[in-house]
């Protein structure tokens, strides 16, 4: 079933779950740093503790480090 922004809402679920708060997170820390120093040392520290993160939250670690890359 394919929900829209509007039923969600409604149903008090809100219009973020927990994989897309955890992927705005992701992109709000990576996405500033990444405007100082090169990605690929941002990639290495970030990947344990986005894989950490998305473990603990039951969400799939792809769906959140393949942005991250």
Same mark, same amino acid.
């Given at each position: 079933?394919?929900?829209?922004?509007?039923?969600?809402?409604?149903?008090?679920?809100?219009?973020?779950?927990?994989?897309?708060?955890?992927?705005? &997170?992701?992109? @709000?820390?990576?996405? =500033?740093?990444?405007? +100082? !120093?090169?990605?690929?040392?941002?990639?290495?520290?970030?990947?344990?503790?986005?894989?950490?993160? &998305?473990?603990? @939250?039951?969400?799939? =670690?792809?769906?959140? +480090? !393949?942005?991250?890359?």
């Amino acid at each position: 079933m394919i929900h829209s922004p509007i039923q969600i809402r409604d149903s008090g679920k809100g219009l973020l779950n927990l994989r897309d708060k955890q992927l705005l &997170a992701t992109i @709000a820390t990576a996405g =500033p740093i990444s405007e +100082l !120093i090169n990605s690929t040392p941002i990639v290495a520290v970030l990947v344990p503790i986005i894989s950490n993160t &998305a473990e603990k @939250a039951n969400v799939p =670690p792809s769906k959140l +480090l !393949i942005p991250l890359s």
